[in-house]
């Protein structure tokens, strides 16, 4: 029960932060997706491979948890906590 209540505090206060975003996640968030679609353009066209499609939309997903605060080690505790 502890475990679900941690977990349903955490996904509360992940929602509610969402919604906060300062100008510079937002800018953050922009660029990621740039990157994304960028990403699979290139794929499309034959430029990359999928596999380097996916680690440059890994290499973005990572600068948009940094610019949110959401790293592994905070995230890591996070997951830690709720098991």
């Known amino acids: 029960m502890k475990k679900l209540v941690a977990f349903a505090s955490a996904a509360a206060l992940g929602l509610a932060l969402t919604a906060c ?3 510079a996640e ?3 968030e922009e660029q990621a997706e740039a990157v994304e ?3 699979d353009t290139m ?3 034959g430029v990359i491979t999928d596999t380097q499609e ?3 939309e890994m290499e973005a997903d990572a600068m948009e948890d940094s610019a949110e605060g959401d790293t592994d080690e905070v995230t890591g505790e996070l997951e830690d906590s709720t098991m």
Do not use: N, V
Request: glycine share 0%.
């Open 26 to 28: 937002e800018s953050a």
């Open 21 to 23: 975003d300062s100008p």
């Open 37 to 39: 679609d960028q990403a």
């Open 54 to 56: 996916d680690q440059m």
């Open 43 to 45: 794929e499309d066209q």
